[in-house]
């Protein structure tokens, strides 16, 4: 679930906002992540770096690949920006469907992100809910 979850804050981050703002080079990346409904339950932090090319600026699918994720299981839609800042919903189909928000707030070489995702697991009457939080800033170049 950690490289999934980055992967689809990068995904959504790159495709709709940073085409035109973000720089190429070595990012690194923390996210940590946890269950609200099941205390004590929290993974991370976790960080990974993450060499994006100026190919990848200027098509940001590419950065998804680079970290196994397959852009087309996610959707993204009530897209508002405002300034540096990004708010959206997420629906991802799968084994296990997962809907949710977030927000992403951005310069041109750093970006926090917000991720809240909701899941019900096959046959389970609960709903499994995840709070991710990310940060990522650029270290120079690859």
Do not use: H
């Not at 992967?7 to 946890?34: H, N």
């Not at 932090?45 to 060499?51: E, H, I, K, L, R």
């Not at 997420?90 to 949710?100: D, E």
Request: charged letters at 10%.
């Amino acid at each position: 679930m950690k490289t999934s979850t980055i992967a689809m804050i990068l995904g959504l981050t790159t495709v709709s906002v940073f085409a035109q703002e973000m720089q190429p080079g070595q990012w690194e990346i923390t996210l940590s992540m946890t269950t609200p409904n099941a205390p004590g339950q929290s993974f991370g932090p976790f960080t990974q770096s993450y060499c994006i090319s100026p190919a990848d600026v200027a098509d940001p699918t590419r950065i998804l690949g680079s970290v196994g994720a397959t852009p087309s299981t996610c959707t993204y839609s009530n897209q508002q920006t405002s300034g540096n800042s990004l708010r959206f919903e997420i629906s991802c189909q799968g084994a296990v469907p997962l809907n949710g928000s977030g927000q992403t707030s951005w310069t041109t070489d750093t970006m926090s992100t917000t991720l809240e995702l909701s899941a019900r697991m096959q046959n389970e009457a609960t709903l499994l809910s995840t709070s991710s939080r990310m940060s990522a800033r650029r270290i120079g170049s690859c």
